[in-house]
């Protein structure tokens, strides 16, 4: 009798698991996913077309231009998202495309592009509330569109889930929008969190489950 | 499962939390200024810059470290040869006369010494100056070292009690005499013995200038 297969009175045997070191594929300015985690990349909508990202990876400046351009709005957004500013988005905005821009050739696998950059913004935004160490309160930003009545419907629209999102811890936030808004593969953002992707697919789940508590809350 | 979607859904009002999640999301991405390529200065026509590879910087700083040791220690080993006894490097000049005696190089030490005494001379030093260059007769063999020391010594211990000012400055005289005699004659490569020894024995008369005469 193995010690996996022991059964102890009534408690259920015990079965090792394979241990995964998702930690073994995060790198800081080198990450790129295996190609069996990059398997199921490729069907999901791609922030920045894969062969602009090639073409900026092999050093064309236009393609890395139109790369800028395509992931600035939406780390602006994700900034402003967090709770930061305008100014603070578009300063930390700027930090990460120049990240981008200098560490992009170190990038092994392009089809890890979203993820890589994704990690740098995240490290980014760590590094920001590392060094302002201002314990604030978390308030949402309204997004500012054309027209006063637009403004008006968007506010009034926006006013349950950013009430909502106050309530979430700022992880599951950052899950969600890594998750739901920018469609990242669970593998890829266990390999942002150095967590297995199983372990992303639970807390996204339970992120989701109390963002719809919050969700309920706001409209009771 | 689904009734719990649904209920929830009823519950919130026929809106799902995660569409309008994506929708304000979507309003804060549409809601960015957009990025004027021409102010990202890393794209001015230049080429994307290299990331050096991990070992770059490391190897770099270890090379520039090596580089900088070296120019220290050859820097540190050309102003330690032109020291002189008192000199806070001068360990450091005899450190590498063993050194490259050890290896195999030869080093004239007699000369050397004698060079050092020219300075210490030129200083004033002249007690220190005389001391340097017994050490230099003293490797100069047999003949030298039995008289020239036996000279040098009587002057220093003449200096040690202490002399009036016309002894020092003939002794200052003599000496220096005695070091030009010993560089300019050729007198070290010659072993010319005699020459030296004489030289000596003026030193010691001028040492001997203001003793009382013992009658």
Known sequence: MTAT???????????LRPFVADSAWVGTHAYSEPAEQLSNVDSRERLVPLEVINAAHNGDPDSLARLCTLIHPHLIGFYRYSGLTTHEAEDLSGDVIEDVVTRLTSLRETKAFDAWMWSIGRNRLKGWIRVNRRPRRYEPATPTVAGPEELAIDADDHSRIKGALSMLSERDRELLWLREVEGLTYGEIGGRFGVASGTVRVACHRARRRLERAYEKEGG | MVARLLLSMALAGDRDPLDDLRSYANGLVAAAPTLDPSTLHLLAGSPVPKRPHRFTVPAMAAIGAVVMLLVAEVGVTVAANSAVPGDGIYGIDLLVEDALVAIGIPIDTAAERIDEAEVLLARNELASAIQTARVAYKDMGDEVAATTVAHLVDAEVALAGGVDPATE???????????????????????????????????????????????
């Open chain 1, 5 to 15: 297969s022991a059964t102890v009175g009534n408690t259920k045997p015990f079965t």
């Open chain 2, 169 to 215: 400055q003939g002794i200052r005289t003599t000496f220096g005499a005695l070091l030009r005699t010993t560089k300019n004659t050729g007198a070290i490569e010659a072993g010319e013995a005699r020459a030296i020894n004489s030289a000596a024995s003026e030193v010691a008369s001028a040492a001997r200038a203001d003793e009382v005469p013992q009658s």
